[in-house]
């Protein structure tokens, strides 16, 4: 018990989600991101207000995925928050990296990893093996906030 106390006291505190806006310095083209990070796995939330697909969340694994269909790359992921049900999804793999698919969707899945405090997101690799990435989420919402509030999207859409 003593040693889980230590080894419990060892780890690091979860780091809080970062934000970052970037504004062009010759066209004030503005791009904007807010990053939660699991180790070597990161969960970053963007937007390009000069694209159709705004907002949008991406899952970069250090595992390649499993390919994903070959029509349209789309696979589905499972994913749960704090103790609420899990659900699966369609995202857009490509090697390491998937994006998830659909406005109403992307919207959904923000405003719940908002309100969270701990998100897990079950997926499989190339060789077709289950793995899971545990992100802790802290100050998630005011980096969301700012985020979306840069490209012009209002927190309640």
Do not use: K
């Not at 505190?13 to 990161?42: H, I, K, N, Q, S």
């Not at 595992?63 to 704090?82: K, V």
């Not at 999804?89 to 309100?115: H, Y």
């Amino acid at each position: 018990m003593l040693l889980a106390l230590a080894l419990a006291a060892a780890q690091p505190p979860a780091e809080p989600m970062t934000a970052e806006v970037v504004r062009d310095a010759l066209t004030d083209r503005v791009t904007a991101t807010a990053t939660l990070r699991a180790d070597y796995d990161r969960l970053v939330i963007g937007c390009d207000p000069y694209r159709v697909r705004r907002p949008w969340v991406r899952f970069d694994a250090r595992r390649w995925f499993r390919p994903g269909n070959p029509f349209n790359g789309n696979l589905s992921l499972a994913y749960r928050f704090d103790a609420q049900p899990s659900h699966r999804m369609m995202w857009s793999v490509r090697e390491t990296s998937a994006l998830l698919v659909g406005i109403d969707r992307v919207r959904r899945f923000i405003g719940a990893l908002a309100g969270s405090e701990r998100l897990v997101i079950r997926a499989r690799d190339i060789e077709n093996r289950s793995f899971d990435t545990v992100f802790e989420v802290v100050d998630a919402g005011p980096a969301i906030a700012r985020v979306l509030e840069a490209c012009g999207e209002t927190a309640r859409r």
